[in-house]
T-cell receptor, first 114, second 111 residues
Framework: DTEVTQTPKHLVMGMTNKKSLKCEQH?????MYWYKQKAKKPPELMFV???????INESVPSRFSPECPNSSLLNLHLHALQPEDSALYLC?????????????FGQGTRLTVV | QQQVKQSPQSLIVQKGGISIINCAYE??????FPWYQQFPGKGPALLIA?????SEKKEGRFTISFNKSAKQFSLHIMDSQPGDSATYFC??????????FGTGTSLTVIP
């Protein structure tokens, strides 16, 4: 099983809503990542969790709040988002962090903020 | 500062032709160079990857050529097919750090 599963696939939310994105992997990977991707752009790293601890926060606004409940699950809690936050949010995992081996990406959640 | 520079931004190739995408980097500490393929609305999927101890790696129709002295690497897609139409990202990383992605190449293979 080399799959990273993200739910939901699509999400439309208002600027005052609170929602969460979920990510799950069962490959035994100890590093999990959140990326944001705008159309026709490369993925931009947001957060890295290594062994369930936050290792990297790329100066992401506090309206994005990550959580790693266990080694298989990663959540991204969203609150008071702006329309410019609309993007494809990608979860990824790799065996370890620091990383120099394959990272597996999920299919992404297409987020639209209205 | 763009750690990995990728060209061209877009590429149109006839079916059966060779698609070539180039990437260049400056950080000599990079030691892992993957290529990702991304279809619209999907996440990136690893296509092929290389480490600097080899100059070429081939998997089916996909080949990475790596030039350590020039700090360049390229993806060659032989016998390009319409199903190869996607966006391709090169990337680089080194132990202790994250992946740095290139800016992406949109490939269109015309039947």
């Amino acid at each position: 099983d080399t799959e990273v599963t993200q739910t939901p696939k699509h999400l439309v939310m208002g600027m005052t809503n609170k929602k969460s994105l979920k990510c799950e992997q069962h490959m035994g990977h100890r590093a999990m990542y959140w990326y944001k991707q705008k159309a026709k752009k490369p993925p931009e790293l947001m957060f890295v969790y290594s062994y369930e601890k936050l290792s990297i926060n790329e100066s992401v606004p506090s309206r994005f709040s990550p959580e790693c409940p266990n080694s298989s699950l990663l959540n991204l809690h969203l609150h008071a988002l702006q329309p410019e936050d609309s993007a494809l949010y990608l979860c990824a995992s790799s065996q370890e962090f620091p990383v120099n081996t394959e990272a597996f990406f999920g299919q992404g959640t297409r987020l639209t903020v209205v | 500062q763009q750690q990995v520079k990728q060209s061209p931004q877009s590429l149109i190739v006839q079916k059966g032709g060779i698609s070539i995408i180039n990437c260049a980097y400056e950080n000599t500490a990079f030691d892992y160079f993957p290529w990702y393929q991304q279809f619209p609305g999907k996440g990136p999927a690893l296509l092929i990857a290389i480490r600097p101890d080899v100059s070429e790696k081939k998997e089916g129709r996909f080949t990475i050529s790596f030039n350590k002295s020039a700090k360049q690497f390229s993806l060659h897609i032989m016998d390009s097919q319409p199903g190869d139409s996607a966006t391709y990202f090169c990337a680089a990383s080194h132990t202790g750090n994250q992946f740095y992605f290139g800016t992406g190449t949109s490939l269109t293979v015309i039947p």
